[in-house]
C-alpha cells in the first residue's frame, strides 16, 4: 500500500474516532499558577517574527479556507520559527498584563502547532504527529515556560479557556486541518486581539465547513460545538440560537429544525493537513 493510501485510510479511521472526541475532549480545568498577571505593566511581545512568517507562508485559498506552504520553509524560515518560539518560552507571561497575555498564548499555540508539523515532513494529519499510539501531539511537553512543562493542550485547557472563557478562542486557535478555523495571516496583538476575535468568528461560521445545510432537514456543524458545546451554550437548543444568530441567511430553516423533536444535525471535521500543496 502506497503512502497516498495510507493517509486516507488514517484520516478515514480518524474520522470515525472523531465522535470519540465529544467524550475525551479535555475540560477546562484551571492551571492557577497562570492567573498572575501584572494591570500595570507596559511591556508589548514582539511579535514581528511570528508576523514575517505568516506572511511568507500562509496563502488565503478561493476556497475560503487558509492554507500554509510548509515545502517552502527553508533553513531561514525554520530559524525564524525556532527563534520566535524560543524567545516566547523566555518571555514571564506572569509579568504581562492581560492583553499582552492573550495575544502571547494565541501566538505560541499556533507557532508550535506549526513546528510539529514541520518536525513530522512525511504525515498528512496532525493526528499522526504525536508519539506512538498517541491521539496527536497536544499532551506532549513542547515547551517550557517560566520552568514549567507546557503542552498544547496545557494552553488551551488550562490556561485560555479558564482564564478568558471565550468561546471565540476555538476560532483562533489552529490545529494545522481543513477542518479547523483558519491560521490568521496577521499575528495577535494586545491591540488587536479583540478585532480578531470578533473577525474569526465571522469568516469561520459563514463557512460551509462550519455551517451548512447538506438536505432540508439535516443540518451539518463542525465538529467544535459537539466537543466544546458548553463553552457555546448550555443545550443544543441554545447552541441553534448561537448559530441562527450568527447565520442569519439560515436563521428560519434552523428555527424550523429546532421545533422537530429530534433535530438532525450531523457534526464533521476534516482532519486533513492545511497544506497548500501535496506532501
Not at 499558577?33 to 506572511?55: F, Y
Not at 506532549?140 to 485560555?160: A, C, F, Q, W
Amino acid at each position: 500500500m502506497n503512502r497516498t493510501r495510507l493517509a486516507r485510510l488514517f484520516i478515514t479511521c480518524a474520522s470515525i474516532l472523531t465522535s470519540a472526541l465529544a467524550q475525551a475532549a479535555p475540560k477546562s480545568e484551571l492551571w492557577e499558577h497562570w492567573l498572575t498577571h501584572q494591570p500595570q505593566s507596559e511591556r508589548n511581545v514582539d511579535h514581528l517574527p511570528w508576523q514575517t512568517l505568516l506572511t511568507r507562508h500562509v496563502i488565503a485559498s478561493t476556497d475560503g479556507i487558509n492554507r500554509v506552504t510548509y515545502d517552502t520553509f527553508d533553513d531561514s524560515s525554520k530559524a525564524l520559527l525556532s527563534q520566535y518560539i524560543t524567545a516566547l518560552s523566555e518571555t514571564k507571561p506572569s509579568q504581562l498584563n492581560r492583553n499582552e497575555q492573550l495575544a502571547y498564548w494565541v501566538n505560541l499555540y499556533n507557532a508550535q502547532t506549526i513546528q510539529v508539523v514541520l518536525d513530522h515532513p512525511d504525515k498528512d494529519s496532525i493526528l499522526s504527529m504525536g508519539p506512538f499510539l498517541a491521539f496527536g501531539p497536544w499532551d506532549e511537553p513542547y515547551l517550557e515556560v517560566e520552568g514549567k512543562p507546557v503542552t498544547l493542550n496545557d494552553i488551551e485547557h488550562r490556561i485560555l479557556r479558564p482564564i478568558w472563557r471565550d468561546h471565540r478562542l476555538h476560532y483562533v486557535l489552529n490545529c494545522a486541518s481543513i477542518g479547523c478555523p483558519n491560521l490568521s495571516r496577521s499575528a495577535y496583538t494586545a491591540t488587536n486581539m479583540a478585532m480578531q476575535l470578533a473577525q474569526a468568528e465571522q469568516t469561520f461560521l459563514q463557512h460551509p465547513r462550519a455551517v451548512a445545510f447538506i438536505d432540508t432537514n439535516t443540518l451539518q456543524l463542525t465538529s467544535l460545538f459537539d466537543w466544546y458545546q458548553t463553552d457555546f451554550a448550555d443545550n443544543e437548543e441554545q447552541l441553534l440560537d448561537y448559530v441562527a444568530q450568527q447565520r442569519p441567511d439560515l436563521a428560519q430553516r434552523i428555527a424550523t429544525l429546532a421545533q422537530s423533536k429530534k433535530p438532525k444535525i450531523k457534526y464533521v471535521y476534516d482532519w486533513s493537513l492545511n497544506a497548500a500543496s501535496n506532501r
